[in-house]
Structures are given as structure tokens and as C-alpha cells.
């Protein structure tokens, strides 16, 4: 059962115009959210991360959104970079916990 | 400072024959994990192993055994490999480093890609 879910698997957006994406939980004990990024034959690398008590957070050009009560997240890349083209994968994990859970990943496109 | 190494980067099997995947950390991590990733179904976790002497299935451990040979080493085993276990495997590893910002933030190898025949 997949508690971490991504849908719209691929993005395309201009070159220096805002990425959006979403990401959707079920399970309401998660109290701490991540986004990985990664690129063809590498690993993924951690991005940015939000707790449960705060709705917003921002690192440069990245900025992720909790909504809680609808169990939503976001992440905005602004403005987009040919070199943010890649997976972006979201997880959540209850603290404490030791097994992340993640989504299906997002390809995103950043064009010229 | 590597981080997390992954042994070998390629490897093709022929279906009932076995290998061992190699991961090693130099972080001084406490959990290591095996991930497996296949096209349009994410990060799935294969085994995991919360300290030194311990390990625990993941979501979708049959076919495979585990390894923690020390703290910096966590091996992940294929004894008889099926067309089914072809994907790309990465290996992981979560300290207890930089604070509760950074708590669950996991660190991931190159991975390895493997292909059964």
C-alpha cells in the first residue's frame, strides 16, 4: 500500500520559470518530510526537508509547503535550471522511525 | 571521505546464479539500507539494518539475504538470481549527525545495476 504518493510521474518547464511539484501521504503519524533529487546512474541526494511543525520551508531556490490537514506537500523550484532537470523523489518517515517511505518519483524537464 | 561505495557498478547474471552486492561507509553511520529501483515504482527497501548485529525486512525482501559484517559494511545477497531481481540496487546509510534537521536524512551510493538473464 503505498503510502506516499506522486502522481503526474513527468514535468516539462522553461528555463528559469517556477516547478511545482506535489505529493500526497496517508498516513497521518509521518512527522517529517523529504525530497531527494536524483540524476541518471547516480544516487539520490537529499534536497530540502520540513517537520510536521512548521509549513514552509525555504533553501535558496527550493521551497517546500506542508499541509497537514489535507496531508500535502509540495516542493517549488524557482526560477528552474537546465540542471534541475532530473527524479525528484518525496518521503516521509515518522521521527524516531528508521525506514523512510517514498513516492514513485517525478521526472522533471527544465528546458533551455 | 568516499561516503557510501557500492561494488560492483554492472553485473549480469545468468537465471540460479548467486553474487553479492557490496556497501561500504566511512560516516561512521549507525542504519544502512538496501533499495532497489525499478522504472515506475520509486524507492523500494529491501532490508535494513538499524545498528551493528542487526538487520530487518523491508518491503520486499524475498530472494535476498543481508550482511552486516561491521558498521562500516552492509552486504546484500542474491543466492539465486531470477529476471525478476534485474533493476538497479543502491545501498544507504543514516547517521545520527547534524541534528534534528537532518536526523533521517539518508546518504546513498551509485548504485548497481544488474541484469539476470
Known amino acids: 500500500d503505498q503510502q506516499v504518493k506522486q502522481n503526474s510521474p513527468s514535468l516539462s518547464v522553461q528555463e528559469g520559470r517556477i516547478s511545482i511539484l506535489n505529493c500526497d501521504y496517508t498516513?497521518?503519524?509521518?512527522?517529517?518530510f523529504l525530497w531527494y533529487k536524483k540524476y541518471p546512474a547516480e544516487g539520490p541526494t537529499f534536497l530540502i526537508s520540513?517537520?510536521?511543525?512548521?509549513d514552509k520551508n525555504e533553501d535558496g531556490r527550493f521551497t517546500v509547503f506542508l499541509n497537514k490537514s489535507a496531508k500535502h506537500l509540495s516542493l517549488h523550484i524557482v526560477p528552474s535550471q537546465p540542471g534541475d532537470s532530473a527524479v525528484y523523489f518525496c518521503?516521509?518517515?515518522?521521527?524516531?522511525?528508521?525506514?523512510?517511505?517514498f513516492g514513485k518519483g517525478n521526472q522533471v524537464v527544465v528546458i533551455p | 571521505n568516499a561516503g557510501v561505495t557500492q561494488t560492483p557498478k554492472f553485473q549480469v547474471l545468468k537465471t540460479g546464479q548467486s553474487m553479492t552486492l557490496q556497501c561500504a561507509q566511512d560516516?561512521?553511520?549507525?542504519?544502512m539500507y538496501w533499495y532497489r529501483q525499478d522504472p515506475g515504482m520509486g524507492l523500494r527497501l529491501i532490508y535494513y539494518?538499524?545498528?551493528?548485529?542487526?538487520?530487518d525486512k523491508g518491503e520486499v525482501p524475498n530472494g535476498y539475504n543481508v550482511s552486516r559484517l561491521n558498521k562500516r559494511e552492509f552486504s546484500l545477497r542474491l543466492e539465486s538470481a531470477a529476471p525478476s531481481q534485474t533493476s538497479v540496487y543502491f545501498c544507504?546509510?543514516?547517521?545520527?549527525?547534524?541534528?534534528?534537521?537532518?536526523?533521517?536524512?539518508?546518504?546513498f551510493g551509485p548504485g548497481t545495476r544488474l541484469t539476470v538473464l
Open positions: 498516513n497521518s503519524m509521518f512527522d517529517y
Open positions: 518521503a516521509a518517515i515518522r521521527y524516531g522511525n528508521n525506514r523512510l517511505a
Open positions: 544507504a546509510s543514516r547517521g545520527h549527525l547534524g541534528g534534528i534537521s537532518r536526523f533521517h536524512e539518508q546518504f
Open positions: 560516516m561512521n553511520h549507525n542504519s
Open positions: 539494518s538499524a545498528s551493528e548485529g542487526t538487520t
Open positions: 520540513i517537520s510536521s511543525i512548521k
